[in-house]
């Protein structure tokens, strides 16, 4: 079964842009959706889009004008850019395996959002 | 406010059996859009419990049934054990948001 681990810096400041990617092992990313997902703290759980091995996207209504996901299938590895954040950004943020649903997960990375 | 409503919290004595109740609307569960269940221990990663409704993952026991009726679903848990112990949460697709995520569900075993 694939493993997925996200990566990316644990503190991003207000306005600036936050930049994660997902790495992933142990089997195929050809098609397949691959998804981003946050939870902030003490709280439920948010979609923000996925991204399709072709490169197709679909992103959350309320996220879309600040949220690009993009894929690197020759790195078997995808990223989010979501750009002018604030302190609501501030969330552990998984990448997730999209097959029959959010199928496997990585283990979640925390950003901050802070000066 | 999460689109799919969940109870805040349920809770149960270990070996009985609970439910989990998750209410849409005619844009998602009553669309006929399927709906999904996944556990999450806190500080933890969630982990995909049921789909489509009614399936589970290899390596999920089958204490664990999922349900769906017209605009709700249930996630039912029968043989309650301590380590069921964590948060619970529906997810479906909606027709104007795309996915969605129910509010969460925090078990208790008593």
């Known amino acids: 079964q694939e493993q997925l681990q996200e990566s990316g810096p644990g503190l991003v400041e207000p306005s600036e842009t936050l930049t994660l990617t997902c790495s992933v092992s142990?089997?195929?990313?050809?098609?397949?959706?691959w998804s981003w997902i946050r939870q902030p703290p003490g709280k439920g759980l948010e979609w923000i889009g996925y991204i399709y091995y072709n490169g197709n996207t679909n992103y959350n209504p309320s996220l879309k004008s600040r949220v690009t996901i993009s894929i690197d299938t020759s790195k078997t590895r995808f990223s989010l850019k979501l750009n002018s954040v604030t302190a609501a950004d501030t969330a552990t943020y998984y990448c997730a395996k999209t097959e029959m649903a959010f199928d496997v997960w990585g283990p979640g990375t925390l950003v901050t959002v802070s000066s | 406010q999460s689109v799919l409503t969940q109870p805040p919290s349920v809770s149960g004595a270990p070996g009985q059996r609970v439910t989990i109740s998750c209410t849409g609307t005619?844009?998602?569960?009553?669309?006929?859009?399927?709906v999904h269940w996944y556990k999450q221990i806190p500080g933890t990663a969630p982990k995909l419990l049921i789909y489509?409704?009614?399936h589970r993952p290899s390596g999920v026991p089958d204490r664990f049934s999922g349900s769906k009726s017209g605009t709700s679903a249930s996630l039912a848990i029968t043989g309650l054990q301590a380590e069921d112990e964590a948060d619970y949460y529906c997810q479906s697709y909606d027709s104007g948001l795309s996915e969605v995520f129910g509010g969460g569900t925090k078990l208790s075993v008593l």
């Open positions: 005619n844009s998602n569960l009553g669309a006929g859009f399927r």
């Open positions: 489509d409704d009614t």
């Open positions: 142990g089997g195929s990313i050809i098609n397949y959706y």
